[in-house]
């Protein structure tokens, strides 16, 4: 069997953005596979489907599969070559233990295992249960998901289990809880193509959700009109009949001066609003002083635009409106949410063929992850973790007493802080790489400092589980069956295609493994992936994120099916609302008031721009995973500071010259890429990287009081060039608008 050298030094230095790796056999068209999987790519929530290549328990390439009803073969960058992840020399094929002053080494899995458990028992002996945490990621599948929620409540007895969607989709999830009462987009993709107006904002999509832009296109040759609201003229902004250039951290501004001018026009669906909704009065009277020259001005969008918007939206039959975390990572980002929620109920375009809202979800199972028990204030079905008769309908479900399921637990920035102040004692992590993905990461690093234990269940060493004690070395998407929710709302089963190389374990297996140990053995004793859905099926019975009349042999038969979806016999829903029964106490929509707010750090005289993140096509998240992917690696090797000419110019900034970026949290170094496509007031950096690279050094911790997600799109720096410039700074026109 293989070992890992005994340091894995070497490896850790090698772990950066260069690195290449193409297989060494290069057998990909050289040999016939020895079979065709059917499965579901590993990366977005677009979860496209395709057929990977097996020969000799390897994946050695990927065939389309045209069947597949959303993609229709189509794939991005990252889904042609997620299968290079496969047989990466990266790859932890067996537990590692860390040894002071060398690095990690080696060791089996009994101790391992055997170490876990027994420091999970001393810290919850000394400082209690809740000192022990979890902290997953929906990458995982719908049956993994559910397992952990159940794990972290039944077997390892804390409250402290939240998850990456945390820093995702909370802010929508919240929103759309508050105005339907239940968390999903409304209708399905197919839907898109014919409707007569689509705005998109805050989402880059042709990057983030390259397969989606096929149905925007479609839309545009049957005469759709599209409107993106974003900062900068994306690649799909280029191409939209409308960009509303916003300044980040004023949508809700935006969205609140297009309600009132529907208001004005008497744009509305009367009879929607009355019969189907509550709260409207409440709503316009929070944007009765929203007028044109005081939304301009907060925005940055000139006023003529902005009533182009309101007009081509308040005049069209049927609409669309996507968002996703532009408008969503904001300390408003529920708000934000709402906002768009309101003009979408003002003119009654929901519940209809090809009037529809949603989120876009980000990751693989960022839909499927949410619903079932990742979350620290939710149990599966999307029930509430206090509400004391889901307490008692999932604890009859999981053979426990009610008394004995633990109660809310922190999100997940709030329990790095936790971690900080030394409350919170021990750590597993799955599928998660807060240190670069968490904001204002020095303060994470700190915390990670401090864990008396850490362990990290991980395939590769990202940067966070350099800290740990011990990693368990787990299995790849491809090595594990189950299902994942996409984002438009279809539960779709994902095909084990090859087992875990050498001594790597399946997540599933090491969770029960831990769960045994940890003596809830006999609540873990499932014999595959669809006893575990068999019994998420009925957990989920009767919650708003209904799956019971889910099967796999449904899901394989109907290449999906849509929940909700409560019996046998019920067919999945599509499309959400046509019977307006809302999921709300009152069974109403609801439109919220949103008042005018401020981003938490704003720009001044110290740090005058805005400071914006994301993403770009070919890398994806943390960068785990697509930094050891040479061709996505040499589409995009580093992150660059992308900054307007005249801001540049103001600056004495040239192409590539490596630029500091100073926050009150940290600075960093990025080379600048001059584009004439973002706000002359914003920079943007793509946060993929870890280390010295990484944009998180710079962000703000603070958080959406309602969902506690992360104010990554929008706070304040300052820009120093590295080389000296002798230019008229006074002469830059940007510098008027700070
Ligand atoms: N290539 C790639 N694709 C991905 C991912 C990836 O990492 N790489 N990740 C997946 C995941 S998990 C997610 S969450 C999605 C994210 O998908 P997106 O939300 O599309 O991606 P982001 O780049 O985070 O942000 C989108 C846009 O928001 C804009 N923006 C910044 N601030 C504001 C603002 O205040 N208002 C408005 N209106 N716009 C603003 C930015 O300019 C950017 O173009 O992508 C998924 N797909
Ligand atoms: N500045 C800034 N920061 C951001 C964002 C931003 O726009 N700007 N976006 C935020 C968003 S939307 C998100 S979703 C987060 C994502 O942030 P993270 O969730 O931390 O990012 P990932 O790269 O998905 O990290 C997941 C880890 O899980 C591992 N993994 C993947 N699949 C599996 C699996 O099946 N099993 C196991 N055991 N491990 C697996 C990968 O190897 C990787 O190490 O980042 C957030 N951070
Ligand atoms: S669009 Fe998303 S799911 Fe489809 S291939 Fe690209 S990363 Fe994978
Ligand atoms: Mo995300």
């Known amino acids: 069997m293989a ?76 889904g042609v070559q997620r299968y ?145 609201v974003d900062p900068r003229v994306t690649p799909i902004a280029r191409t939209a009949d409308l960009h509303l250039p916003v300044k980040p951290g004023t949508d809700s501004a935006l969205f609140g001066a297009i309600l009132k001018i529907l208001v004005d026009n008497d744009w509305l669906d009367h009879d929607f609003i009355e019969n189907h909704t509550s709260g409207f009065d409440q709503a316009i009277d929070a944007v009765k002083d929203f007028d044109l020259d005081w939304a301009e001005a907060k925005t940055g969008v000139p006023q003529e635009k902005i009533m182009q918007a309101a007009t081509m939206w308040g005049k069209a039959k049927t609409s669309f409106l996507l968002h996703a975390r532009g408008i969503e990572h904001h300390t408003k980002g529920v708000d934000n949410v709402l906002s768009c929620i309101n003009i979408v109920l003002a003119t009654g375009r929901i519940g209809k063929p090809y009037c529809g809202y949603g989120t876009i979800t980000g990751q693989g199972n960022g839909q499927g992850g949410r619903e079932h028990g990742h979350k620290c204030d939710q149990l599966p079905g999307n029930r509430d973790i206090t509400n004391p008769e889901h307490r008692k309908y999932i604890a009859d479900v999981w053979g426990i007493e009610e008394s004995e ?63 740990a004690d011990v990693i368990l070395a787990s299995s790849l998407h491809e090595e594990e069956e189950g299902t994942v929710t996409t984002a438009e709302g ?8 090859i087992t875990p190389p050498n001594n790597a374990r399946r997540d599933g297996e090491i969770i029960m493994d831990l769960a045994k140990r940890l003596g809830a053995g006999d609540k873990f004793n499932y014999e595959n992936s669809e006893a575990i859905f068999n019994e998420l099926r009925v957990a989920s019975k009767g919650g708003t994120a209904d799956y019971f009349g889910i099967t796999y042999e449904k899901i394989e038969k109907n290449m999906g099916v849509f929940w909700p979806c409560p019996s046998e016999d019920h067919p999945g829903t599509p499309r959400l609302w046509e019977d307006k029964k809302f999921r709300t106490p009152d069974g109403k929509a609801h439109f919220n008031p949103v008042p005018w707010k401020e981003s938490s750090e704003v720009v001044d005289k110290e740090y005058p721009v805005v400071l914006t993140t994301g993403r770009v096509v070919s890398q994806y998240l943390s960068g785990t995973q697509t930094r050891r992917i040479g061709k996505l690696v040499d589409q995009y090797p580093e992150p660059l500071l992308e900054i307007h000419p005249k801001l540049a110019y103001h600056y004495g900034i040239k192409e590539r010259e490596l630029v500091k970026v100073v926050t009150r949290r940290g600075e960093a170094e990025f080379p ?16 993929h990287w870890g280390g010295k690279q990484s944009a998180n050094q710079l962000t703000i911790g603070t958080l959406d009081p309602i969902s506690k997600i992360p104010e990554f799109k929008v706070c304040a720096c300052k820009l120093v060039p590295t080389k000296k410039w002798a230019g008229p700074a006074n002469e830059s026109p940007a510098y008027q608008s700070f």
Request: with cysteine; aromatic share 10%; hydrophobic share 40%.
């Open 405 to 467: 399921m633990p109660g809310k637990g922190l999100s997940a920035y709030e329990l790095v802080e936790a971690i900080h102040r030394g409350e919170v004692k021990g750590l597993i992590t799955i599928c998660f790489n807060p240190l670069v993905s968490l904001p204002n990461n020095n303060f994470v690093r700190e915390a990670l400092e401090k864990l008396e234990y850490f362990v990290a269940i991980d395939f590769f060493l990202n940067e966070t589980a350099r800290h």
């Open 84 to 228: 290079l992840q496969n047989n990466h020399p990266d790859r932890i094929m067996e537990p590692l233990q860390r040894v002071e002053g060398k690095g990690f080494e080696p060791i089996d899995w009994d101790t391992a295992m055997g170490r876990t458990v027994d420091e999970i028992k001393r810290i919850q002996g000394k400082y209690g249960n809740d000192a022990f945490a979890m902290l997953s990621g929906v990458s995982l599948t719908n049956e993994k998901s559910y397992m952990i929620g159940k794990f972290a409540r039944v077997a390892l007895k804390t409250a402290n289990l939240d998850y990456n969607g945390r820093l995702c989709m909370v802010s929508a999830g919240a929103g759309n809880k508050k105005a339907f009462g239940l968390d999903r987009i409304s209708n399905s993709w197919a839907d898109l193509k014919h409707a007569e107006v689509i705005i998109i904002a805050g989402t880059n999509v042709s990057e983030t959700f390259p397969t989606l832009t096929h149905y925007i296109w479609q839309a545009r040759d049957n005469g759709a009109k599209l409107i993106v």
């Open 672 to 687: 600048a890429q001059l584009v004439e496509t973002i706000r002359e007031d914003t920079v943007f950096i793509p946060y």
């Open 490 to 497: 279809r539960v779709v089963k994902i095909n084990a295609a």
């Open 3 to 78: 070992k890992l050298p005994v340091s894995v030094d070497k490896l850790i230095q090698d772990f950066g953005p260069h690195k290449n790796y193409t297989p060494k056999d290069g057998f990909e068209g050289t040999h016939e596979p020895d079979k065709l999987v059917k499965t579901h790519c590993c990366f977005c929530g677009m979860q496209c489907g395709i057929q990977l290549k097996v020969k000799d328990n390897t994946i050695a390439g990927f065939e389309p599969w045209m069947e597949f009803p959303f993609n229709e073969g189509r794939l991005c960058p990252k």
